[in-house]
């Protein structure tokens, strides 16, 4: 097996970490994993925001966060566990990765506001 590539935190840009969540599902993926205390298997985020994920390409997704230098994944056995590295950017960048899963989670409440009242709109006009 090839060694997966991590970039010291030197080398991790403002710009790399912005274009690596630009994308909607991988900035759920990472505000998934900031939130959880353990590293993540690969195998939890099959299901992101209510899509199916195929493999190939959560693996390419996990790809562009480790490169990035959001996340450091080991491999156990057939499995890859992948954590968040915020203690590192926090100190390279503070408040950065904060104001980015903060701003993150508000627009999904509000996502998920918004589609509930158009669910219950939908509902009442039958």
């Known amino acids: ?21 630009a994308d909607p599902v991988r900035v759920a993926m990472y505000t998934d994993i900031v939130a959880q205390e353990c590293p993540q298997s690969c195998s939890n985020f099959l299901t992101v925001s209510d899509k199916a994920i195929p493999k190939s390409t959560l693996s390419q997704h996990f790809r562009v966060l480790r490169e990035a230098g959001l996340i450091r994944s080991e491999r156990h056995g057939v499995e890859m566990h992948n954590a968040s590295r915020c203690a ?33 709109g939908r509902a009442s006009s039958r």
Not at 95 to 100: E, F, K, T, W
Request: glycine residues 4%; charged residues 25%.
């Open 88 to 120: 590192e950017l926090e100190a390279r960048f503070p408040g950065l990765i904060r104001a980015i899963v903060t701003a993150h989670t508000i627009q999904s409440a509000e996502e998920a506001r918004s589609k509930s009242r158009r669910s219950a």
């Open 1 to 21: 097996m090839r060694p997966l590539f991590h970039p010291a935190i030197e080398e991790v840009t403002v710009e790399g970490i912005l274009h690596a969540l």
